[in-house]
């Protein structure tokens, strides 16, 4: 018997060719949706539509990887695509699935550097990691296995322990701190942050507080930095006069240039200001 599906690819394939569309252009087409994506205001109403405008990027980088495998920018944003699209988008019980989905494609990019394979073959991960400066492939490997792991809650946090993930983990934050601290104006600094604050058997809420306060002086701007220094340190210690003061700052500023992800942190903090206000 044939294979439909495998000619059913080869036609999509060839068609992709005829049309003198490459992976670099399929991988452009989808940058250009994802950034018009970012510089729209996320607002309960029009999430529908924000979510569809991602998984059309989605399939423009799908479509890239079709025809390679390797593309690096087309596995990156797909990595950073299901972040956002479990992020913003998904009910909670279906963000798990995209979190894993997500680091797949970001380790997949770190493994199409040759000297990251051959460390990691010969050393292990967490020295391969140290080999690789590709900060976007770093930090969504990190962003998606860390939210999956705590997605688990404390049976999975234990367990992600005894496996060693945390090793593994820690790894990549010091290596994104080393390539770039800068990221998505302080997405490594945000991480530790919530790392530390949350972490079921070092907790240190003061390096929690010294990286989220690093993350807003910076940015101040970047509202994702200042409701971090609420809900990682301010919230954890019940300081819950100055938590309200910071999330009214959060509600009075301009949504910037980065208007999916602060209009999305201006929802989430009308959340936390009814959780505070309610104790």
Not at 27 to 40: I, M
Not at 90 to 107: C, F, I, N, T, V
Not at 163 to 183: I, N, P, Q, S
Not at 258 to 272: M, P, R, T, W
């Amino acid at each position: 018997m044939g294979r439909p599906w495998l000619v059913s690819l080869v036609i999509a394939l060839g068609a992709l060719t005829a049309l003198g569309q490459t992976a670099q252009d399929l991988a452009s087409q989808g940058d250009a949706l994802f950034q018009s994506l970012w510089r729209k205001q996320f607002t309960l109403s029009d999430a529908p539509a924000l979510k569809a405008q991602l998984e059309q990027a989605m399939r423009l980088y799908e479509q890239a990887l079709a025809l390679e495998p390797n593309h690096t920018r087309a596995l990156n944003m797909m990595a950073r695509c299901y972040y956002t699209l479990a992020d913003l988008f998904l009910p909670d019980k279906e963000k798990g699935d995209a979190h894993a989905k997500g680091q797949e494609y970001a380790e997949r990019s770190l493994r199409t550097n040759p000297e990251f394979v051959r460390v990691e073959k010969e050393k292990g991960f967490v020295e391969a990691v140290k080999t690789s400066s590709d900060i976007t492939a770093l930090f969504y490997t990190y962003a998606n296995w860390a939210r999956k792991v705590e997605l688990g809650g404390a049976v999975g946090i234990l367990a992600a322990a005894l496996r060693g993930d945390d090793r593994k983990l820690m790894a990549l934050m010091e290596r994104c701190l080393e390539v770039d601290r800068t990221y998505i104006k302080g997405a490594p600094l945000r991480a530790l942050a919530g790392y530390w604050s949350k972490h079921p058997f070092a907790r240190d809420l003061e390096k929690a507080r010294g990286y989220v306060e690093e993350a807003l002086a910076t940015w101040p701007d970047y509202l994702e930095n200042r409701l971090f220094l609420v809900q990682y340190y301010l919230m954890p210690l019940e300081r819950r006069a100055e938590a309200r003061a910071e999330l009214q700052k959060i509600f009075d500023a301009p949504l910037g240039e980065d208007e999916l992800y602060n209009g999305f942190i201006k929802v989430l903090a009308l959340d936390v200001y009814g959780a505070i206000s309610d104790k």
